[in-house]
């Protein structure tokens, strides 16, 4: 049996994505910037995009610039804050996303910026009185803050982050590339100024993603040329990406109860049948319904003598999870996120993540794959 559980490091192409890209692909191959029919004809293609994803987000098209993904995106929002709206300093936490991280931390060592880290619990949940501390003691911050954390799930409130940092005039970036498509988000009424996707989170192609900017914020790109995305981001746009990522987008709305309501059932499952069969199993970050992102399972493994070969078996078995962030999978450093909350070195981390198209025949093959590689000791 082959078992996908990584869906946070990426999610397979769904084929009504493939379909929507694929007359693109054939026919509609003239330059978007070409005045000529053909330029025209993927104009449009892009602009009805726009629409669409706008129209879900309930923003408008103009605030929708699309980029190369979620990192791209991450870094316009900060580095054209510091360089075009004055911010001097930036607050994010240990248990962001290096395109967060690395960005805040790259200004800093470049003298561009004071960076202040927010602290979080041994869950990952951002301490908000000191978060306002940071607000009152500093001018005109930036807050980069992620909707969901990729390693262990754990969620902030947009709401309650973006009233704090209307309070004290700050600009509120968040990082949504894992709620965005899994969560609804309702941009005519979150304080926001900036959220990011990427469309290979939410079963669209990889490489193409977007930024979203509130039209009360005036950046200049962060990556000059030419004209396209209305002076925004210079270079020939990725038409079939941008078309396949509405579509993406437009089907993970339609099917978004369904996949809430399923794929929070299965996560429950495997909590409950993993602490029915593993003696001492535990989880990391919270795994409280609402509070946590429902298509990824953090979970803390009792210490083992042969931590490392736990992931190795479970390839071996056809199971696909990662540990901890695939996103630096294959450099083997510990997980900055583990790191953060302070969980216990000596307990293997595994980090099994979700999507529609998992089944509770996958989670019992799994565990009793897990229960064999604990019973003879891994
Ligand atoms: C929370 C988060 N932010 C940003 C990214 C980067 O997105 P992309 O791979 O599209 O550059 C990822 C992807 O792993 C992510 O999980």
Do not use: W
């Not at 054939?26 to 104009?43: C, D, V, W």
């Not at 054209?80 to 709206?85: E, G, K, R």
């Not at 930024?211 to 020939?236: C, D, F, S």
């Not at 979970?299 to 078996?313: K, R, W, Y």
């Amino acid at each position: 049996m082959k078992v996908y559980f990584d869906n946070a490091a990426t999610t397979p192409v769904i084929p009504e994505v493939i379909e929507a890209m694929i007359p693109v692909l054939q026919h509609q191959f003239g330059n978007p910037s070409s005045i000529h029919a053909y330029g025209r004809e993927t104009r449009a293609a892009i602009e009805g995009a726009r629409k669409k994803v706008a129209s879900l987000l309930k923003a408008a098209p103009a605030e929708i610039f699309f980029t190369s993904g979620g990192t791209e995106a991450d870094n316009m929002a900060i580095r054209c804050s510091v360089h075009d709206l004055g911010i001097r300093h930036i607050i994010t936490s240990p248990a962001e996303h290096h395109a967060v991280l690395h960005t805040a931390e790259d200004m800093m060592h470049r003298g561009e910026i004071k960076l202040s880290l927010v602290n979080v619990d041994n869950q990952g949940h951002i301490d908000l009185k000191h978060l306002e501390e940071l607000l009152k003691e500093n001018d005109r911050s930036l807050v980069s803050l992620m909707h969901a954390n990729n390693e262990i799930g754990t969620m902030i409130s947009l709401t309650e982050v973006g009233e704090l940092c209307r309070k004290y005039d700050a600009l509120f970036h968040s990082d949504t590339v894992q709620t965005l498509g899994h969560f609804p988000h309702d941009l005519s009424t979150l304080k926001v100024d900036f959220i990011t996707g990427a469309a290979h989170k939410f079963h669209g192609p990889k490489g193409v993603g977007f930024l979203y900017i509130n039209h009360r914020v005036k950046i200049k790109p962060l990556i000059t040329g030419g004209a396209q995305e209305r002076n925004m981001r210079g270079g020939t746009e990725n038409v079939y990406g941008i078309v396949g990522l509405a579509k993406a987008l437009e089907i993970s709305y339609e099917r978004m109860d369904a996949d809430i309501k399923n794929v929070t059932t299965l996560k429950q499952y495997m909590i409950d049948q993993l602490r029915a069969e593993i003696p001492g199993v535990e989880f990391n970050g919270d795994v409280e319904e609402g509070k946590s992102l429902y298509t990824v399972l953090n979970v803390s493994f009792p210490p083992t003598e042969n931590a490392e070969m736990l992931l190795f078996n479970l390839d071996i078995a056809g199971i696909a999870c990662s540990a901890g962030s695939a996103c630096s999978s294959g450099t083997n450093v510990g997980s900055h996120v583990l790191g953060a909350i302070n969980a216990p070195a000596d307990r293997p981390a595994i980090r099994f993540s979700f999507s529609r198209y998992n089944t509770r025949k996958e989670v019992d093959y799994c565990i009793s794959k897990v229960k064999e590689l604990f019973l003879v000791k891994v």
